[in-house]
């Protein structure tokens, strides 16, 4: 690219003077002309490669589509919202400098997850539903008529264009920390969601930086029962979850919709269940047709809220604070993260699958954006093993506390992200973090208001991580 710049530029300001050369230009002095303009030449393309390297002219044109539906409804479906951005995106103080790039995302929106039984719990609310004699409330009507026809597990369009994006975004914010030898490297978990998302986010990539660099995902790590991997949970078999904490919730939370629903419905009875069922149907079929879903207008504001909160406690006592067993399920992915900022080895007897992160070609340290693409359980254990989101006291399951920051729409929405950034400070090497790009108070290494932490500081803070979770993971088999 250099060389076709400096010539295309070349030609005509060269051929130029020696066509018009005057005739008291002595040799000496066309000789020193042309060095001049060889110099000058030199830096016009210098400059050019520069601005072509970080694309500075590149907008982002966002291809997500927008959802129809206010924030009070489609910010309130706890993992099923879609991404939306806290807050604008603020760059370090000027004394700070971005020297390297973590990002862990979750995969985008998707269809209902057999894992999680959802299509058969949906199916059976609808199959409730359509028991009826006749629909009371108009806005039910259009359940005789309804054909449920989501697919499974995969990614949904606008998952995928979501992923893509950011992609894009995460070209601009960082591109001065790629070139074409510094290219980001990619991993994801083995499911096809998963794979999806970490492609488009590649491909959003490639597109902004206009193929310059074109990251690619460069390991898939296995997800099945026996396997280590740091990008997904499952490898702690005595881990509780949190089913009695979310059907205390549903109980309180959904038996009064269920009674309003029922009332509507003679023949049919709609149980508490059916009522999470239909919430999820919502928010699933409102991702997967890019339009609000008829489910959608049967609940009002702060039923969703109820439902948020149904959401909180399942990650809560799912894979966060709440399980004694949940946070060590994060320390592997903890200690790849300390191994990429201080640039040495993985320490860990934990969850890293050792054949993998002692390879330079399947964990390099020399890299300055790291893309990793996961599961929402599994980036919740990551918020507790690092001390995110630490609650003062446990999420009652009867009750949800308004002053809470434990808000698993705000935590991992569909295409969550926890970023840390590496940054020199004056010399010093430092640290932050944001959620989908809020800054995050990192108390337990006493940041200020900045958020900024010195790495020291962070790694004496992350004893629980270096300890391999102080004999928590040894508990997960024994
Ligand atoms: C993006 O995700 C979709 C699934 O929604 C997939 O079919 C497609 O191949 C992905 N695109 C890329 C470039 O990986
Ligand atoms: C570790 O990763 C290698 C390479 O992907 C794989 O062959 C092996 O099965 C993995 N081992 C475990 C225990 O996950
Ligand atoms: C729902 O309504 C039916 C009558 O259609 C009634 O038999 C049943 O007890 C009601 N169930 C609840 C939970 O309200
Ligand atoms: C997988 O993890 C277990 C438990 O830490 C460890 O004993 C084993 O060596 C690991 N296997 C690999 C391939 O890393």
Same mark, same amino acid.
């Given at each position: ?49 520069? *601005? ?11 291809? *997500? ?76 009507? !259009? ?47 083995? &499911? ?43 490898? /702690? ?21 269920? *009674? ?21 149907? /919502? ?18 504001? #702060? ?85 995110? !989101? ?10 949800? &506390? ?11 929405? !569909? ?10 400070? #004056? ?44 004999? &928590?993971?040894?508990? /997960?088999?024994?």
């Amino acid at each position: 690219m250099e060389a076709s710049i400096t010539t295309a530029e070349a030609e005509p300001l060269l051929g130029q003077p020696r066509a018009a050369l005057p005739r008291h230009l002595t040799r000496r002095k066309l000789k020193r002309f042309l060095i001049l303009a060889a110099i000058l030449l030199f830096i016009l393309g210098i400059d050019l490669l520069f *601005s072509a390297l970080s694309g500075s002219s590149y907008e982002v044109k966002p291809v *997500s589509p927008k959802i129809q539906l206010p924030g009070s409804i489609k910010h309130s479906w706890a993992q099923y919202t879609p991404y939306f951005s806290f807050s604008e995106y603020t760059k370090p103080p000027s004394d700070c400098r971005i020297t390297q790039v973590n990002i862990l995302q979750r995969h985008g929106a998707r269809f209902p997850a057999s894992n999680e039984n959802e299509p058969e719990g949906i199916e059976a609310a609808l199959a409730n539903l359509k028991s009826a004699s006749v629909f009371l409330d108009p806005r039910l009507e !259009f359940i005789k008529d309804y054909t449920y026809k989501l697919g499974e597990d995969d990614l949904v369009a606008f998952g995928a264009a979501q992923s893509f994006d950011t992609g894009q975004y995460d070209y601009t914010r960082y591109k001065h920390l790629v070139s074409k030898y510094s290219v980001p490297f990619v991993r994801a978990s083995r &499911d096809q969601r998963v794979i999806d998302s970490a492609t488009n986010w590649t491909s959003g990539f490639g597109h902004a930086s206009r193929g310059n660099p074109a990251p690619s995902l460069n390991v898939i790590i296995e997800e099945s029962p026996n396997s280590n991997s740091t990008l997904n949970n499952g490898m /702690c078999p005595n881990a509780g979850d949190a089913s009695r904490q979310m059907g205390i919730w549903e109980d309180i939370y959904a038996t009064n919709i269920a *009674s309003r629903l029922n009332a509507s419905v003679p023949g049919a009875t709609v149980t508490a269940a059916d009522v999470t069922n239909l919430i999820s149907l /919502c928010a699933l079929e409102t991702v997967a047709n890019i339009e609000p879903s008829g489910f959608c207008d049967i609940f009002d504001p #702060s039923e969703f809220e109820s439902f948020e909160y149904y959401g909180d406690l399942r990650k809560y006592y799912g894979t966060g604070y709440g399980q004694e067993l949940g946070p060590v399920q994060g320390v592997g992915y903890v200690n790849e993260l300390i191994a990429r900022l201080t640039e040495s080895p993985v320490r860990d007897n934990t969850q890293t699958n050792r054949t993998l992160d002692s390879d330079p070609s399947t964990f390099p340290l020399n890299r300055k954006i790291y893309g990793d693409f996961s599961h929402e359980n599994e980036i919740v254990a990551i918020y507790g093993a690092l001390g995110l !989101f630490r609650q003062p006291d446990d999420l009652d399951p009867t009750s949800p &506390d308004p002053e809470r920051t434990w808000i698993a729409s705000y935590l991992v929405p !569909f295409s969550a992200r926890l970023v840390t950034e590496r940054l020199d400070c #004056s010399g010093i090497v430092s640290v932050r973090m944001l959620v989908n790009d809020r800054l995050q108070p990192l108390g337990f290494c006493g940041s200020g208001d900045d958020g900024i932490c010195t790495l020291d500081a962070f790694l004496q803070s992350q004893e629980y991580a270096r300890n391999d979770g102080n004999g &928590d993971f040894e508990k /997960c088999f024994d």
